[in-house]
């Protein structure tokens, strides 16, 4: 029951194209990067869920809004959080 994490995994968005254009099979292209996206505002057990989220490109942010983080606002439910990730560019490796 507990056992949900938030994973991620960054693509080079030229070998997507790639395979559109018919240039790499669909299975060749391979992440540039991956792994479990540690969010804040997480329970002692569950978690609380990304639901909804943007990229700003022009000022590299992430916007990541999580489910049920606030649990000041009210005792019965919790509010959710918006949590703003400054990026910095990612290289292939």
Not at 26 to 40: L, N, R
Not at 55 to 72: H, P, T, V
């Amino acid at each position: 029951q507990y056992d949900v994490y938030h994973h991620y995994w960054i693509w080079d968005m030229n070998d997507l194209l790639d395979v559109e254009k018919k240039k790499k099979k669909a299975h060749e292209p391979k992440p540039i990067h991956y792994g479990t996206f540690q969010i804040p505002f997480q329970p002692s057990r569950g978690i609380n869920n990304i639901v909804g989220a943007d990229f700003d490109e022009n000022q590299n942010k992430l916007y990541i809004l999580i489910s049920g983080a606030d649990r000041l606002q009210s005792k019965y439910e919790g509010a959710p959080v918006m949590a703003v990730f400054d990026l910095i560019n990612i290289t292939k490796q």
